[in-house]
């Protein structure tokens, strides 16, 4: 059974930074595509970036030359991506959850706080 861990929240002053991480365990195979999702208090769950197995990677655009998602696999196949943010923003507080798709199957984690806050 394939299981998403993401790690790394926590609470950082604005203009800091954090680094996020998922891994699979239970998989053997790399996935196609693995992305990050935020939701933040009060509002839906929305897309903040996405690495392709290919890897070319897409972000929202809040997060275009703050954050930079990256495979943690040191082999060719994805099955742990990483987040880096920088700048960090009061407006980037939410909990973060990775989204993985293989084989037209999609696995969510359960996701990570970060709270942005002086």
């Known amino acids: 059974q394939v299981q998403l861990v993401e790690s790394g929240g926590g609470l950082v002053q604005p203009g800091g930074s954090l680094i996020l991480t998922c891994a699979a365990s239970g998989s053997g195979f790399g996935f196609d595509v693995m992305s990050w999702y935020r939701q933040a208090p009060g509002k839906q769950r929305a897309w903040v970036a996405t690495?392709?197995?290919?890897?070319?990677?897409?972000?929202?655009n809040s997060a275009k030359g703050r954050f930079t998602i990256s495979n943690e696999n040191a082999k060719n196949s994805m099955n742990a991506v990483a987040l880096q943010m920088n700048d960090l923003k009061p407006e980037d507080t939410a909990v973060y959850y990775c989204k993985a798709i293989r084989w037209g199957r999609t696995y969510w984690g359960q996701g990570t706080q970060v709270t942005v806050s002086s």
């Open positions: 690495r392709n197995s290919d890897g070319s990677t897409k972000y929202e």
